[in-house]
């Protein structure tokens, strides 16, 4: 498949360890933030969202959490799998319609 | 099932060719997106739909153009005066939440 992106930040865990992805956000206006998966050669698959009247939310072996004061966002995923090894974006809406801003994508490389 | 689907999954432009790329959806979502990749970068928006009829330029519009006759469809027309065009084109919807993808299009230059 196709390369997502040659020059992003990488990530490389252990099969079965967790695994922390980290996004710095623009706007301190912004109020829902995404997390995006995406393997290489496919479409951004949604993983979770979260609110800015939440601090946490959690999914199936994901959860993300939101530090508004700082501007962080970060996705733990739990006991992480050969098939979590993708591209991680996160993303934000800032105003009142369903306008997102990406952030430029973190690798996630997962060693067996 | 309910999805998105772009076609074809790879396209070849000659120079000086205007090329259209297909985006369909059955979520009958309101609004659509087509968002420009390259390697190393995030999405880029290029144009996108709120509503049958309308559409608004996103940051990187120059040399492209779009249409909304119908909800279920929003193709993306890339015109020869869009110097650099090879990349991957993602179409996406939404409708009052998260923005669902379809699988891309690679668009590459002869």
């Known amino acids: 498949g196709e390369s997502v992106g040659l020059h992003l930040p990488t990530l490389s865990v252990q099969e079965g360890d967790n695994s922390i992805i980290n996004c710095a956000y623009s706007?301190?206006?912004?109020?829902?933030f995404i997390w995006y998966k995406q393997e290489s050669g496919k479409g951004p698959q949604f993983i979770i969202d979260i609110r800015s009247n939440m601090d946490k939310r959690q999914g199936q072996r994901v959860t993300v959490l939101l530090n508004k004061t700082v501007k962080h966002l970060s996705l733990q995923i739990a006991a992480t799998q050969p098939g979590d090894s993708a591209v991680y974006f996160c993303?934000?809406?800032?105003?009142?319609?369903?306008?997102?801003?990406f952030g430029g994508g973190t690798r996630l490389m997962v060693k067996p | 099932d309910g999805g998105i689907t772009q076609s074809p999954k790879y396209l070849f432009r000659k120079e000086g060719q205007n090329v259209t790329l297909s985006c369909e959806q059955n979520l009958n979502h309101d609004a659509m997106y087509w968002y420009r990749q390259d390697p190393g970068q995030g999405l880029r928006l290029i144009y996108y739909?709120?509503?049958?009829?309308?559409?608004q330029k996103g940051d990187i519009a120059e040399g492209y153009s779009v249409s909304r006759e119908k909800k279920e469809s929003f193709p993306l027309t890339v015109t020869s005066a869009q110097k650099n065009p090879t990349a991957f084109y993602l179409c996406?919807?939404?409708?009052?939440?998260?923005?669902?993808f379809g699988d891309g299009t690679r668009l590459s230059i002869l």
């Open positions: 996406a919807s939404s409708f009052r939440g998260p923005q669902h």
């Open positions: 993303a934000e809406n800032s105003d009142s319609g369903n306008m997102l801003t």
């Open positions: 706007n301190s206006a912004s109020d829902y």
């Open positions: 739909s709120q509503i049958v009829n309308d559409f």
